[in-house]
């Protein structure tokens, strides 16, 4: 299996706090890199697939970037509703595999 | 709208077996790959299961395998998950989720259920 692993595992920032989470890849997965954010009790919900392609109806303040084994998912602006986890997930080869998350707090 | 919903979960001794499901409805059910995906508390999302459009290709996570078994009903437009031998690990909340990808493996996931919680506890 692939193993995922994000950094940091949590962080504190302020609205308006341009924020970056980093996920490698214990292989190379090409761009097969794709990023979630869940809030607290709630499904998680796709932001970005592909490594770079936002979903429809996500703000553009997200962005994700990266192949090979090393992607970055920023959030230009940190906006209230954006304190949340997020997840990196691999789709390269079955089975398909998260990171453990980053909770990204209020400071 | 797409939605998913989940049921079947609940509290179950080690050893014993539940039989989830996910009820599909404001897509066309048939024409998606299904997954369920599980979280334990607190913890990280695992993938747990996939099936193909029409359940010809189906993939376990090695935890499970064995143990879980994944259909369909396209008919009836719903996602199952008997969960046989269950363990304490087990314990998660367990989420079906729609796959975009059409690749007949398991791809990334657009739509999700608010899950189902199964507790294994004796």
């Known amino acids: 299996d692939i193993q995922m692993t994000q950094s940091p595992s949590s962080l504190s920032a302020s609205v308006g706090d341009r924020v970056t989470i980093t996920c490698r890849a214990g292989q190379s997965i090409g761009t097969y890199l794709n990023w979630y954010q869940q809030k607290p009790g709630k499904a998680p919900k796709l932001l970005i697939v592909a490594a770079s392609s936002l979903q429809s109806g996500v703000p553009s303040r997200f962005s994700g970037s990266g192949s090979g084994t090393d992607f970055t998912l920023t959030i230009s602006s940190l906006q209230p509703e954006d304190f949340a986890t997020y997840s990196c997930q691999q789709s390269y080869i079955t089975p398909p595999t998260f990171g453990g998350g980053t909770k990204v707090e209020i400071k | 709208e797409v939605q998913l919903v989940e049921s079947g979960g609940g509290l179950e001794q080690p050893g014993g077996s539940l039989r989830l499901s996910c009820a599909a409805s404001g897509f066309t059910f048939s024409s998606y790959e299904m997954n369920w995906v599980r979280q334990a508390p607190g913890k990280g999302l695992e993938w747990v299961s996939y099936?193909?459009?029409?359940?010809?290709?189906?993939y376990y996570a090695d935890s499970v395998k064995g143990r879980f078994t994944i259909s369909r009903d396209n008919a009836k437009n719903s996602l199952y998950l008997q969960m046989n031998s269950l363990r304490a690990e087990d314990t998660a909340v367990y989420y079906c989720a729609r796959d975009l990808t059409r690749v007949e493996h398991p791809g990334y996931f657009d739509y999700w259920g608010q899950g189902t919680l199964v507790t294994v506890s004796s």
């Open positions: 099936i193909s459009s029409s359940g010809r290709y189906i």
